[in-house]
């Protein structure tokens, strides 16, 4: 077992020793209960347990990535494909969530056709009835019960070459800190032409943006403090942009939904769109250049 580091009043520190692999097990562990305590109140229809069961999900897949080298076997390919199942789940009943809080705004209620709750009203109902079926399904189980045991002594775990056992063994700070560098470099670099981006474009760096943010957060509890850098300074601009990003998803949501509803054939397509895109990019592209700065202090 790895020791730990402890504080004069005996509360355990950060870890100063641990490995890769043992790294890696305690994050994964820690995603996936995020996923299996929400998952009763999920299949009830509780938007905050969907919102966490989803996070779960992006910070189990960001800590596979982020440790690929070691944990990408023949075994992850069928889990990620049961993530990806959850999450389109999962994504449905939350993108009527959020469009339905999003109406709720004045600046974008105007982009909204009269009568569009109804429509809502209806799509939520039946995204949460396959919500639920999916929730209380055997499959389910079958991937908590299959994740768990592959995190503890997957293949990834049990290969006896000598290149997979450095892989594990190497201290976690050093590998950490060499990761987040190539990681921020590479968020610096994609988001330099915000503006002239495609939507997928803009999409994926906003997946970019998330991943660090959520890695940063999760390393502190198994990382020492020395090898993240200055996380506690990049953290907040990070989320700023990914926020800005998600706006601009969550924009063009809203449009496309006001467009396929059967208010919006009745009543005719609000104007407005361009006008709030236009001011919601220039708010990501200013968030941008905070977290740039702050990359570089």
């Given at each position: 077992?790895?020791?730990?580091?402890?504080?004069?009043?005996?509360?355990?520190?950060?870890?100063?020793?641990?490995?890769c692999?043992?790294?890696?097990?305690r994050?994964?562990?820690?995603?996936?209960?995020?996923?299996?305590?929400?998952?009763h109140?999920a299949?009830?229809?509780?938007?905050?347990?969907i919102?966490?069961?989803?996070?779960?999900i992006?910070?189990?897949?960001?800590?596979v990535?982020?440790?690929?080298?070691?944990?990408r076997?023949?075994?992850?390919?069928r889990?990620?494909s049961?993530?990806?199942?959850?999450?389109?789940?999962?994504?449905s009943?939350?993108?009527?969530?959020?469009?339905?809080?999003n109406?709720?705004?004045?600046?974008y209620?105007k982009?909204?056709?009269?009568?569009?709750?109804r429509?809502?009203d209806?799509?939520?109902?039946?995204?949460?009835?396959?919500?639920q079926?999916?929730?209380?399904?055997?499959?389910?189980?079958?991937?908590?019960?299959?994740?768990?045991a592959?995190?503890?002594?997957?293949?990834?775990?049990?290969?006896s070459?000598?290149r997979?056992?450095?892989?594990?063994?190497?201290?976690?700070?050093?590998?950490?800190?060499?990761?987040?560098?190539?990681?921020?470099?590479?968020?610096i670099h994609?988001?330099s032409?915000?503006?002239?981006?495609k939507?997928?474009?803009?999409?994926?760096?906003?997946?970019?943006?998330?991943?660090?943010?959520?890695?940063?957060?999760?390393?502190?509890?198994?990382?020492?403090?020395?090898h993240?850098?200055?996380?506690?300074k990049?953290?907040?601009?990070i989320?700023?942009?990914?926020?800005?990003?998600?706006?601009?998803?969550?924009?063009?949501?809203l449009?496309?939904w006001?467009k396929s509803?059967?208010a919006a054939?009745?009543e005719?397509?609000?104007?407005?769109?361009?006008?709030?895109?236009?001011?919601?990019l220039a708010?990501?592209?200013?968030?941008?250049?905070k977290?740039?700065?702050?990359?570089?202090?």
């Amino acid at each position: 077992m790895s020791r730990r580091s402890t504080k004069a009043n005996g509360v355990a520190a950060h870890p100063i020793d641990l490995d890769c692999a043992e790294a890696f097990r305690r994050i994964a562990t820690s995603c996936l209960a995020e996923i299996a305590a929400n998952r009763h109140g999920a299949s009830l229809g509780q938007a905050d347990a969907i919102h966490r069961m989803r996070v779960g999900i992006t910070r189990l897949r960001s800590a596979v990535t982020f440790f690929s080298a070691m944990t990408r076997d023949e075994a992850w390919p069928r889990l990620k494909s049961e993530l990806r199942w959850l999450n389109r789940s999962l994504g449905s009943a939350r993108d009527v969530d959020v469009v339905a809080q999003n109406i709720q705004r004045p600046r974008y209620r105007k982009l909204t056709a009269k009568g569009i709750e109804r429509d809502l009203d209806r799509r939520s109902k039946q995204s949460r009835r396959r919500l639920q079926r999916a929730l209380r399904s055997s499959r389910l189980q079958r991937f908590v019960t299959t994740a768990s045991a592959w995190i503890d002594g997957g293949p990834w775990a049990t290969r006896s070459d000598p290149r997979s056992d450095q892989q594990r063994r190497q201290p976690v700070g050093p590998y950490c800190e060499r990761k987040i560098a190539q990681w921020q470099a590479k968020l610096i670099h994609r988001g330099s032409d915000l503006a002239d981006m495609k939507e997928s474009q803009r999409h994926r760096l906003r997946i970019r943006a998330k991943r660090l943010r959520y890695m940063l957060e999760m390393l502190a509890s198994v990382c020492p403090e020395r090898h993240l850098g200055p996380s506690g300074k990049v953290t907040k601009p990070i989320k700023h942009l990914q926020r800005s990003l998600g706006d601009l998803g969550d924009l063009k949501r809203l449009r496309d939904w006001t467009k396929s509803s059967m208010a919006a054939r009745r009543e005719g397509q609000p104007h407005g769109y361009k006008r709030e895109k236009t001011l919601v990019l220039a708010d990501a592209a200013r968030a941008y250049r905070k977290m740039a700065r702050a990359f570089q202090h």
